[in-house]
């Protein structure tokens, strides 16, 4: 059976480390979208920092689709219309800022396309670097934060922050909780990883999870991973994480989206 679409996590699998679409890996998406199958951009980036990638890539021009925030929205290219939203109340942002600062890490969220944060950190300026957002720190988060926004992001040192994920996860079952850099603790509303948005674009599209191929790197695209048919790695997966898929490729550096369409989608 021929893969119909094919699921793409952006930062350290698309990407290179320089946060560019490699000329080989570009080439091999053009054929295959020629081929007829459907490109899917799944990051946990805001939607905002996605729209360039998706416009060198053409998918703008046709009646594609995107997944951002970890699977919390889900875009229309053609006309950037939300097929699909799902926001953490102002409360649950709330009551994750307390924790936050009971726990001493650093926490952002993202409001009119700004990133909203109390304090400065070396990870705040990744996410800076990685979606080109403004930063703005606010004096009094809490006071900051009057609506409902997408996601939160929870930020320390990573050996540090893979104790928090498990104690928030115990602490908040209600939330989705997941890694996307070992320097990211994502957090969303109740159900929402990509997976479950991935399933919800799919039957959609009238496309099976067989016809599927979804690939990543780290602990956020573990649910799509599991919920497609082909289930594929780059290289540079997050060790633990490294059985969980069917297959591994080559690094995003080393053009290892190009390999999984060379493979599975060409041949």
């Known amino acids: 059976m021929p893969y119909k679409m094919l699921v793409l996590d952006m930062d350290d699998t ?3 480390d320089d946060h560019k679409i490699s000329d080989l ?15 899917i951009l799944a990051s946990g980036r805001p939607t905002p920092a996605m729209l360039a990638y998706a416009k060198e890539l053409g998918l703008d021009q046709l009646d594609n689709y995107m997944i951002s925030f970890n ?3 889900i875009t229309n290219l053609k006309d950037n219309s939300i097929l699909f939203e799902q926001m953490l109340t ?31 950190s070396e990870y705040i300026e ?28 929870l930020l320390e040192e990573p050996s540090y922050l893979k104790k928090i994920e498990a104690d928030l996860q115990a602490a ?24 479950a948005s991935l399933k919800l674009l799919a039957e959609k599209l009238n496309i099976l999870p067989s016809e599927i191929i979804a690939v990543g790197n780290a602990g956020n695209d573990v649910s799509m991973i599991q919920y497609a048919g082909l289930g594929v790695w780059v290289d540079n997966v997050t060790p633990e994480l490294r059985d969980l898929a069917d297959v591994i490729v080559a690094s995003n550096n080393d053009n290892g989206v190009a390999e999984v369409i060379q493979r599975f989608i060409l041949n």
């Open 90 to 120: 102002q409360e649950q942002i709330h009551a994750l800022y307390d924790y936050s600062f009971k726990n001493k890490t650093h926490i952002i969220t993202y409001l009119n396309n700004e990133i909203i944060s109390e304090t400065d």
């Open 71 to 73: 699977g919390a929205v």
């Open 172 to 195: 908040m079952p209600h939330l989705s909780v997941c890694m996307s850099k070992p320097f990211f603790l994502e957090v969303a509303q109740t159900g929402i990883d990509k997976g």
């Open 126 to 153: 990744v996410e800076k670097v990685i979606t080109g957002l403004p930063h703005n720190k606010v004096p009094n988060f809490k006071a900051h934060i009057t609506s409902a926004a997408v996601k939160c992001i």
């Open 25 to 39: 890996n570009k080439e091999m998406l053009f054929k295959a979208k020629e081929k007829g199958v459907h490109i």
């Open 14 to 16: 698309l990407l290179t």
